[in-house]
């Protein structure tokens, strides 16, 4: 392994890319997420109703409709049959992160990734232990488990405790008990469990990851041949589990990160000071060698001639 990972993370990025470069997708991320929560404040705030609802449903200047086909399904197993508007509404956001990447909802839309981004770069100044880690599938449970509730109960359960919808309540209302949420969610993430509630917990993220696994936006290591081993890429990726296919891979093996539960959240991009990563499309064929491996040292045996 390299010496230089025990420099900073992003370190030689900054040096080499600059700082603006080297934190580009970040900032991207955070106008997208800031975006996008501010057209539903507009109305609360300022009376400005272009999007009325939120994040679980919402109508764009009363045209149009959009609707979480994840809050979608919950209600239909708990028997209430949607409106049509509704039904248009899930198809159109599921239609779309089928397309570009499902977990690309909780990188560039999600403001709790904002939360648990900040939860994940506190741990690491810090330096504290991992903490406990959950088995990855256990958000697939937690899915499971919401859907089976809701169908018992007649009630879409996960709006009780979404720690999405407690956040847009609480910048609506202010201090609340909704912040209670949010803040267990951060401190989950701090000193229990680094990087938890997303890549561990969380069943919106399980949900969209289904729905993009066939996905057209991609991220590959094209250039991995380049890599340093900085482990830099490895640190700011939330499910760093995709990651070593891709780039540890032979000649003819895809350099694509193929996985379901990439986030394209483009750190990796960021923070690779060689650039290994770049955005692109699933079908991309393009020739990646892979690194280069040390010759396996040979010991001689004793009595053996020098």
């Known amino acids: 392994m390299s010496v230089k990972t025990a420099l900073p993370v992003g370190h030689e990025a900054i040096r080499d ?7 580009k997708y970040l900032i991207l991320r955070r106008l997208s997420q800031t975006f996008f929560l501010s057209l539903f404040l507009l109305g609360p705030w ?39 508007t509704a039904i248009i509404g899930a198809v159109i956001v599921a239609a779309v992160y089928a397309l570009i990447g499902g977990r690309v909802y909780c990188s560039w839309v999600c403001p709790i990734n904002a939360v648990t981004d900040t939860a994940a770069w506190a741990h690491r100044r810090l330096d504290l232990p991992k903490g406990w880690q959950p088995k990855r599938e256990t958000r697939f449970y937690v899915l499971g488990m919401v859907l089976v509730v809701s169908m018992l109960t007649g009630a879409i359960v996960w709006e009780v405790v979404n720690p999405i919808s407690m956040l847009h309540r609480g910048l609506i209302f202010g201090v609340g008990f909704a912040w209670t949420f949010v803040v267990a969610v951060f401190l989950f993430d701090l000193f229990v469990s680094r990087r938890g509630w997303c890549s561990h917990i969380c069943p919106v993220g399980a949900f969209y990851g289904l729905l993009g696994r066939k996905s057209l936006l991609r991220v590959s290591a094209e250039k991995r041949a380049a890599c340093d081993d900085c482990m830099d ?56 060698p892979g690194r280069a491996r040390a010759k396996p040292k040979t010991h001689k045996k004793i009595g053996e001639a020098a």
């Open 17 to 23: 890319k600059g700082l603006i470069k080297a934190h």
């Open 46 to 84: 300022f009376g400005i109703c272009w999007v009325k609802g939120n994040l679980s449903g919402s109508l764009t200047l009363n045209v149009l409709p959009l609707t979480d086909p994840f809050i979608l399904l919950q209600g239909m197993v708990a028997g209430h049959w949607p409106e049509m």
């Open 233 to 288: 890429c490895f640190a700011v990726c939330p499910e760093m589990q995709v990651i070593t296919p891709a780039l540890r891979g032979k000649d003819e093996d895809t350099a694509l990160i193929l996985s379901s539960d990439c986030t394209n959240c483009g750190r990796c991009i960021d923070v690779c000071s060689v650039d290994v990563f770049h955005f692109t499309h699933r079908f991309d064929e393009t020739p990646a």
